[in-house]
C-alpha cells in the first residue's frame, strides 16, 4: 500500500482588501511584488507574488488595478501551510497567503475609498 502525505489545507477567512503592493527584491535574485491584506475580521495577511511563477497570472491584474489606486475585495484564498501549521510572515501575527490560491475578485471599483470605507465601517473603526 502507498501511503501520500497531504499538506493540510486551510481556508483563509475572507472576503480580503488588498491595501496594497510593494515590488520587492529576493534575496534569491529577481524580484517579487508583496500583496497586503486585511479581512473584515482586521487580520493582517501577506502573499508573495513572483512575475516568474505561474501563479503570477492569476493576481496580475488585482496587483495591477492597486497599483492603479483601485479598491479591490477577493476571496477564496488558503493560508500557506507547512508541517501542518499556517507560516507567518518574520515570526509575527500576520499569517501567509499561498500565491496559488484561487483568486476570486468579489467587488473591484475605481474609488479605492469607498472599499476602505466599506472595511472600517465592518471593523467599526
Known amino acids: 500500500m502507498i501511503e501520500r502525505m497531504y499538506m493540510a489545507v486551510q481556508t483563509a477567512t475572507g472576503p480580503w482588501v488588498v491595501m496594497k503592493t510593494a515590488d520587492k527584491e529576493s534575496r534569491y535574485g529577481g524580484d517579487y511584488t508583496e500583496v497586503t491584506l486585511v479581512n473584515s475580521k482586521g487580520e493582517i495577511a501577506h502573499t ?31 493560508y500557506k501551510v507547512k508541517d501542518g501549521a499556517i507560516v ?22 475605481k474609488d479605492k475609498d469607498q472599499v476602505l470605507k466599506r472595511l472600517c465601517d465592518v471593523l467599526d473603526l
Do not use: F, H, M
Request: no cysteine.
Open 48 to 78: 508573495y507574488v513572483d512575475p516568474d511563477n505561474k501563479n503570477a497570472k492569476k493576481w496580475a491584474e488585482i496587483i495591477d488595478l492597486t497599483e492603479r489606486g483601485w479598491g479591490i475585495i477577493i476571496d477564496d484564498l488558503k
Open 88 to 109: 507567518y510572515k518574520n515570526k509575527s501575527q500576520e499569517p501567509l497567503i499561498n500565491a496559488d490560491s484561487r483568486v476570486k475578485p468579489v467587488l473591484i471599483q
